[in-house]
């Protein structure tokens, strides 16, 4: 017998009232709906202004009314990177969606053509091996319409993608032939490259990675082979590779809510990005002990553990620090003499690395300035 | 329109066809019920052996069917760390439901409150401040029926719980005065205890601090306050905690899968554990482009990034690694002269920290040998 309440969580009855940002039931993932607006809107504009095309990247919210904000704001379509987020982002309309690694195995084979079958609004999948490519073949011609396929570079990355430019044009001159494949072009994403911490030297890497992609892109068309699609980039190099004139649209995906280390990034003047945080998680004071510190009721089920520790933002003392404290708990230090927030307080952390973080949650708290407005599911959380 | 597979996910149709643990769409949480099963029974044995009850904690499997194993051997009840696991056990129709982490913020008391009213079969919670006692108090008095209350002392980890003795006998005699509650005993775990690698030491400081444990108790009861219930233990220490005759009841959590850090102090010997590795990450290999590794589709949102990297398992080239690559994939490298495995492989990984990790998934896949056999849901996953 289930009664706990499924769905939005326990804070579904706070929606619309006023205050109600600092009386959720914690830990609590929560979305600045001003922020993200801003921050949509900002990306928008610079690709408008740089000429170049969106299709962001919906590994970071792998939400379906989020990638209908950034459709809305001009965005081409929807990057996924697993075919479970396809799943999502085809069954909750989205058109243009493009699947950024292969899907490789028989049992994702067989899924992608049911999802392929159903996708009325478009659908795309990366190939970086002649033996994926024929299974994608086969498989597509028997659904009976050809399945748009991009050839995945490495571009220096090394974790999929073809490694050199005999492959690249072997591998597109392979979906060109294939019946049940349609070529759409090339996508080359230099994940390695988004974190360089100085700007100056992400930005002639970037470039540096570009020209040598335009010389093969310029060799490809001039063998006679169009590539309508070259889509790569992320929020690390957003305004970067523009520059070049080489990718036709943008994977972009962390802008919408910026984490710790983009926001160092910003801070320190690295990073021109108009953008600022719209990411946060509330955790309450659970215990008030020890001295120098309390304990706090979000631990590293509620946060990523791969980047920087979480840092403490409204309704911690200023100079706190936040620490892990185990599975569900975490160490708020406080400065000396700083107030120690009591037994129940709640205080709010920006996040660390923001993709694994909201896949650690099952909603979304969207607040305007002190309101929680609305509760949405994070829809593709878990799925492969 | 979702016509994705819900519930038990993609590899519902594979269970009870031989060699499907071979073929199933990756990733995959794997639990080998064969060993799981032998994990549970020699726990429950050991603990006859050692006079001392088991209520297993549930924040490792998160799992109304494990739990109910654990109770089927023996236990007396099942820990939970969180509200929302409690909530998942009880409606589960589990006995004997503790929580070990203070509930405090008054959304979660009111919470509390409405499991405890449903609660037939048992349900306790820890308290370490007379503000949430009190509070609690008011609450159960509300609700008609007194509940139980532990009070939790620190034990030096520091995390919740009591400082010192003079607290934690405030705490026990305003629970005993308090209308709305019932005094059960004291909690004491040692969480920084547990992996400490030299046994020899691990040893010296449990028996140390149960010894400072075991003085208070006694002088808790020599001032008339009877204490039925000391909980605590964990996996790295639940052999070493009864030699000194204090817990009445151990905690323990991780035996049931051991992780890579558990195992690794198996197999240098410094844990008597005769327990063996249940749980599993399986992960295809989804790129074999670049020289001396291939890429696999497991990464930082399948894995917990906490502590040690998965472990190559089955299916893995004998001295092969694995790194993370990204949220989505792995990278497994080879040694020298290794075979390359061939694109789409599956291969397994034994876990990093197993309580995280399988907080990254919907469900378990059940295998007996070759075979999957059932999947089950993670029920409390994600809940708070």
Same mark, same amino acid.
Request: charged residues 20%.
């Given at each position: 017998?289930?009664?706990?309440?499924?769905?939005?969580?326990?804070?579904?009855?706070?929606?619309?009232?006023?205050?109600?940002?600092?009386?959720?039931?914690?830990?609590?993932?929560?979305?600045?709906?001003?922020?993200?607006?801003?921050?949509?809107?900002?990306?928008?504009?610079?690709?408008?202004?740089?000429? #170049?095309? &969106?299709?962001?990247?919906?590994?970071?919210?792998?939400?379906?009314?989020?990638?209908?904000?950034?459709?809305?704001?001009?965005? &081409?379509?929807?990057?996924?990177?697993?075919?479970?987020?396809?799943?999502?982002?085809?069954?909750?309309?989205?058109?243009? #969606?493009?699947?950024?690694?292969?899907?490789?195995?028989?049992?994702?084979?067989?899924?992608?053509?049911?999802?392929?079958?159903?996708?009325?609004?478009?659908?795309?999948?990366?190939?970086?091996? +002649?033996?994926?490519?024929?299974?994608?073949?086969?498989?597509?011609?028997?659904?009976?319409?050809?399945?748009?396929?991009?050839?995945?570079?490495?571009?220096?990355?090394?974790?999929?993608?073809?490694?050199?430019?005999?492959?690249?044009?072997?591998?597109?001159?392979?979906?060109?032939?294939?019946?049940?494949?349609?070529?759409?072009?090339?996508?080359?994403?230099?994940?390695?490259?988004?974190?360089?911490?100085?700007?100056?030297?992400?930005?002639?890497?970037?470039?540096?990675?570009?020209?040598?992609?335009?010389?093969?892109?310029?060799?490809?068309?001039?063998?006679?082979?169009?590539? +309508?699609?070259?889509?790569?980039?992320?929020?690390?190099?957003?305004? &970067?590779?523009?520059?070049?004139?080489?990718?036709?649209?943008?994977?972009?995906?962390?802008?919408?809510?910026?984490?710790?280390?983009?926001?160092?990034?910003?801070?320190?003047?690295?990073?021109?990005?108009?953008?600022?945080?719209?990411?946060?998680?509330?955790?309450?004071?659970?215990?008030?002990?020890?001295?120098?510190?309390?304990?706090?009721?979000?631990?590293? %089920?509620?946060?990523?553990?791969?980047?920087?520790?979480?840092?403490?933002?409204?309704?911690?003392?200023?100079?706190?620090?936040?620490?892990?404290?185990?599975?569900?708990?975490? %160490?708020?230090?406080? +400065?000396?003499?700083?107030?120690?927030?009591?037994?129940?307080?709640?205080?709010?952390?920006?996040?660390?690395?923001?993709?694994?973080?909201?896949?650690?949650?099952?909603?979304?708290?969207?607040?305007?300035?002190?309101?929680?407005?609305?509760?949405? +599911?994070?829809?593709?959380?878990?799925?492969?």
């Amino acid at each position: 017998m289930m009664r706990r309440m499924a769905g939005l969580g326990p804070n579904e009855a706070l929606i619309g009232r006023a205050g109600s940002r600092s009386a959720l039931d914690t830990p609590a993932l929560i979305v600045d709906l001003d922020a993200l607006e801003r921050n949509i809107a900002a990306m928008a504009a610079a690709a408008r202004a740089a000429g #170049v095309a &969106l299709r962001p990247h919906a590994k970071t919210h792998k939400s379906v009314r989020i990638a209908g904000m950034q459709v809305a704001a001009g965005a &081409l379509g929807i990057c996924c990177a697993t075919l479970g987020e396809a799943e999502a982002m085809v069954d909750g309309g989205l058109p243009g #969606v493009h699947i950024t690694s292969p899907v490789v195995t028989p049992p994702k084979v067989a899924r992608l053509m049911a999802l392929h079958r159903r996708a009325e609004r478009g659908l795309s999948v990366v190939v970086d091996h +002649p033996e994926n490519l024929a299974a994608l073949d086969r498989a597509a011609g028997a659904a009976g319409r050809p399945l748009a396929v991009l050839v995945d570079f490495s571009a220096g990355h090394g974790r999929t993608g073809c490694a050199d430019e005999a492959e690249l044009v072997r591998l597109a001159r392979a979906a060109i032939a294939a019946e049940g494949l349609e070529f759409r072009g090339i996508q080359s994403y230099s994940g390695n490259l988004q974190h360089i911490a100085r700007r100056a030297e992400r930005r002639a890497r970037t470039l540096a990675e570009l020209e040598r992609l335009g010389g093969m892109l310029r060799r490809l068309r001039d063998s006679g082979i169009a590539v +309508p699609i070259v889509s790569g980039a992320g929020t690390g190099t957003f305004d &970067l590779d523009p520059e070049a004139r080489i990718l036709t649209e943008l994977q972009v995906g962390s802008y919408i809510f910026m984490d710790v280390d983009y926001l160092r990034a910003l801070k320190d003047g690295r990073n021109a990005a108009p953008f600022e945080t719209a990411l946060f998680v509330a955790t309450s004071v659970v215990s008030v002990n020890a001295p120098g510190y309390v304990t706090c009721d979000a631990g590293l %089920k509620c946060f990523a553990t791969d980047g920087p520790a979480p840092e403490p933002a409204a309704g911690a003392p200023p100079g706190s620090r936040y620490e892990f404290f185990g599975d569900e708990h975490g %160490k708020l230090i406080l +400065p000396p003499g700083a107030p120690r927030p009591p037994l129940g307080a709640i205080l709010e952390c920006v996040t660390p690395h923001c993709d694994p973080t909201v896949n650690l949650h099952d909603v979304y708290h969207l607040v305007r300035g002190d309101t929680l407005v609305d509760i949405w +599911p994070v829809d593709a959380r878990g799925k492969r």
